[in-house]
């Protein structure tokens, strides 16, 4: 389904290809070696990286000229520009773990009544007994600062207002950098660092066009703002989006947090902030390196790529590993792919992977058609029809004349409809290719009144809810048929809009948003991906000034409030979730973190069902990995699977990709990857039996007593050895065993491949420590 996603104004495809035909000869890649021994001066460093380059270039001139970033603080490595040749004999050198191009591989990036509904704030809760209790025994995060990778911040919201916040944090060694429309001024005792980083954006693009975006921390799309409020925006009361949508106290997860700016994503020349961004290999690595220096607890990447990408090769995961190795927690988007399988970026096991799901809030807008007909539709739009029926048409039926009659001919793209045909009119356009937003433009162009936008039937029953320049409301894929049939089956078919309202409580919530990515995991397999799922649908968060609402370039509205969809906005609900655990237990690794996370998450929703995915069927872990989070049950999961940085490393020599420490020799015989000490598991291609070994360190009470129980995937059956685990102190730690047997009856070649799910459980009556499992056939 690689076309529907292009829809999403974030973390979209990028349409480069005939560029990049000419840029080949010479290329920015990135030689890495892992980390640094500190023995060597910065300096030192910085001389022993132009050593290499000297050495496949000709003259000092040139290596000087052709080096972007010398990593420096905890990542060993430089990106430089060179032609294949140079990069392949520097990959040749013993002391490289790996050299790669940074294209053609492409990132890109991926409100507040999600807080409420995760049992965060107090007031009317999604199935909550204690309110606000997480939040007071974390201080709201006090302290805790929490890095964003993103494209920068608009630094005037309120909801960084750094009201009666203490001082900055010894810890904090990092900077605020000055640039367009951003000074010293504009950092605070909430926004507390900011910084940019576009070498390797220049080297493929030029120099930025200061039209296009801000050279400085300063957000002129929109998206950093919205991803950094999520985290650690101040209570803001009476915000909401355009036309008064989702009015409510506007606040981030852990409102005391200090934010970290790293603005490393940009707008592309030549195409419309709507259609994407790029975030370069090089400067994202420049940027966590700099984080896990400035002294970041917590990194949120809303960032990924489409290619699969082995680790060795990707910034963010390499990034992530020197991340972890100092304790710092870091959350990524699982991508914005789905619905179909194997679609996941940011799939690391030392990362937590967010995939995103809905809130129980509606902005409902029904449609009324001519045969009395009122279907289910929801919009922000602030524009309403005058109160009558206006004609109705389907796009497709008033193209343009030199525009094919086919199916894209209903999808409203740039310049498709015939004013003449849909002027006055309600016209239906389909999803598919195209911005959603920009669909709404084509049809104001074309002089339409109002626009129905219909889901085709990847989308399912999701509903976006955008700020669309005319009347409008988006309607299911089923209702979309509806409407169709109905146009079909009269001469004169007409409709009317009602106005949209904002309806709390919706059921059932969550549910899976269509968009987000799944598994299995299509790097390594052996691990379970995504973690988790978080508010990701129709989220309402800061916004830029600079920007609008739909970012179109004919948009000139200015909201301080917006509300956007994607894993993009999920990943920062997590990481919140994770700067609150961090306050609570300081000591705690970023592996147990995640795990106390992973096991605690729900998978029952609001009408007390098992959670569904957009079009009502039941979802699976591939799609929520262990459940929904719930950060107040996470503050005390009783066990957690730890794992160390050396853990990962070993982990690696199994798992056939390169070693990305050469300081750690692979033992002889590594574990398998199934024995990584992760919160989940998950066993591809099993041929007979399997036993893997897991270990629990009691985080709960002193003495206590937890039973296994275990839900077997379909077709296999699971042992848990010993059954029950006695701790007699916190901090011990346990080890058991899981078997897996395919049963034998189950071995039908029609199985193959096809994963089934079940949950292992350990419960002392208090805690549930749930794990989700995945096992296919081999
Ligand atoms: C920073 O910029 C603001 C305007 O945005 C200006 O009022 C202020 O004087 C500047 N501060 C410094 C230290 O330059
Ligand atoms: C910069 O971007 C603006 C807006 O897209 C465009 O009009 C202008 O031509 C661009 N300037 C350069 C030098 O490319
Ligand atoms: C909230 O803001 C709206 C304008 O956006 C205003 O009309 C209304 O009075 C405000 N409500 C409160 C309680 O401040
Ligand atoms: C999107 O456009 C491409 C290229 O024109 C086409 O192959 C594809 O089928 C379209 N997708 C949808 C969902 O219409
Ligand atoms: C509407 O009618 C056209 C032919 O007139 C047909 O191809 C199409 O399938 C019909 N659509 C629906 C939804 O009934
Ligand atoms: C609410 O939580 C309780 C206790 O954790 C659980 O037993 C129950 O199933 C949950 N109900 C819903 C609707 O989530
Ligand atoms: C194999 O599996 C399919 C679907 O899971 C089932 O319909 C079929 O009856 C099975 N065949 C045997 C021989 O078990
Ligand atoms: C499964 O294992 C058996 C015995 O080790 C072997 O003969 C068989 O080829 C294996 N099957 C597959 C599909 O790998």
Redesign the pocket.
């Given at each position: 389904m690689a076309t529907t996603m292009k829809e999403f104004s974030i973390f979209s495809i990028l349409l480069l290809l005939p560029f990049l035909a000419s840029c080949v000869e010479r290329q920015v890649y990135i030689i890495y070696f892992g980390e640094h021994s500190g023995e060597k001066t910065l300096h030192e460093i910085e001389e022993t990286h132009h050593f290499y380059l000297l050495s496949v270039k000709k003259s000092k001139e040139e290596a000087r000229s052709s080096l972007l970033y010398s990593y420096k603080n905890s990542i060993n490595g430089f990106a430089a520009v060179l032609t294949p040749d140079e990069a392949s004999k520097l990959s040749d050198m013993d002391e490289v773990v790996s050299v790669f191009q940074s294209h053609p591989r492409k990132y890109s990036l991926q409100t507040t009544r999600s807080w409420e509904f995760a049992g965060l704030e107090e007031g009317k809760q999604w199935n909550q007994t204690k309110k606000g209790d997480l939040l007071l025994k974390a201080r709201y995060g006090k302290d805790i600062i929490v890095g964003l990778l993103d494209n920068g911040v608009w630094p005037e919201s309120k909801s960084f207002s750094d009201e009666g916040l203490g001082p900055i944090p010894k810890s904090w060694k990092g900077i605020c950098q000055?640039g367009d429309?951003?000074?010293?001024?504009?950092c605070n005792k909430k926004i507390i660092g900011a910084r940019y980083y576009l070498k390797g954006y220049e080297q493929y693009y030029g120099p930025l066009n200061t039209t296009l975006d801000y050279r400085s921390p300063r957000d002129k799309d929109g998206h950093g703002t919205h991803t950094s409020s999520t985290v650690g925006g101040r209570r803001v009361p009476n915000a909401s989006a355009l036309g008064g949508f989702a009015r409510g106290t506007a606040s981030g997860g852990a409102q005391l947090v200090r934010l970290a700016i790293y603005k490393v994503c940009w707008a592309i020349p030549g195409q419309s902030k709507a259609e994407g961004n790029t975030c370069f290999t090089e400067d994202m690595l420049a940027a966590i390196d700099d984080a896990i220096a400035d002294g970041v607890d917590v990194l949120s990447i809303s960032i990924g790529t489409f290619e699969p990408t082995p680790y060795d090769e990707d910034g963010i995961a390499i990034g992530a590993l020197h991340a972890i190795k100092k304790n710092i927690v870091v959350s990524c988007s699982a991508g914005n792919s789905g619905p179909a399988p194997s679609t996941l970026s940011n799939q690391a096991p030392w990362i937590i992977t967010v995939g995103a799901s809905s809130v129980d809030r509606a902005f409902v807008a029904p449609l009324l058609l001519g045969n009395g007909m009122i279907i289910e539709g929801q919009t922000v739009t602030p524009y309403k029809l005058k109160k009558k029926m206006y004609p109705l048409v389907y796009a497709a039926h008033v193209v343009a004349p030199d525009v094919p009659k086919n199916y894209i001919a209903g999808q409203c793209l740039p310049d498709s409809l015939s004013p003449a045909k849909a002027k006055g009119k309600i016209v239906l356009c389909l999803r598919g290719n195209g911005t959603r937003v920009g669909k709404g433009e084509e049809v104001k162009r074309a002089g339409g009144v109002g626009f129905i936008l219909g889901n085709s039937p990847p989308n399912g029953a999701e509903l976006p809810a955008d700020a669309h320049f005319l009347p409008a409301t988006a309607v299911d894929s089923n209702s979309a048929i509806k409407i169709l049939q109905y146009i079909n089956s009269t001469k004169k078919p007409m409709a009317y809009i009602i106005p949209a309202r904002t309806v709390i409580h919706t059921k059932p919530a969550p549910f899976m948003a269509a968009f987000t990515s799944r598994g299995p995991n299509n790097i390594t397999p052996d691990i379970l991906k995504p973690d988790i799922t978080a508010p990701g649908l129709n989220i309402l968060a800061a916004w830029s000034e600079a920007s609008s609402p739909t970012k179109l370039e004919n948009d000139h509205r200015v909201v301080k409030y917006n509300i956007l969809s994607g894993t993009s906005m999920s990943c920062p609900h997590v990481a919140a979730a994770a700067a609150l655990l961090k306050a609570i237990h300081p000591t705690w690794s970023s592996a147990a973190i995640r795990s106390a996370l992973i096991t605690s998450a729900g998978l029952i929703d609001n009408k007390g069902k098992l959670l569904t995915d957009a079009s009502g069927n039941l979802a699976d872990p591939f799609q929520y990995g262990s459940g929904h989070f719930r950060p107040t049950k996470a503050a005390d999961p009783g066990l957690v699977y730890d794992a160390s940085y050396r853990d990962y490393l070993l982990f690696l020599c199994s798992s056939g990709v390169k070693n990305l420490d050469p300081s750690f020799k692979c033992p002889k015989v590594s574990p398998s990857t199934n024995n990584l000490n992760y919160p989940s598991l998950a066993i591809t291609k099993l041929n007979g039996t399997v036993t893997v070994k897991r270990t629990v360190t009691n985080v709960g009470g002193r003495k206590s007593v937890y039973f296994s129980s275990v839900k077997p995937p379909l077709g296999f059956s699971v042992k848990v050895s010993p059954p029950i685990l006695f701790f007699n102190q916190v901090g011990q730690k346990k080890s058991f065993t899981i078997t897996v047997k395919a049963e034998s009856e189950m071995l039908n070649m029609s199985n193959k491949d096809q994963y089934s799910f079940g949950w292992f459980t350990w419960t002392d009556g208090i805690h549930n420590v749930r794990s989700p499992m995945a096992i296919s056939l081999a």
């Open positions: 000055a429309a951003f000074n010293l001024s504009h």
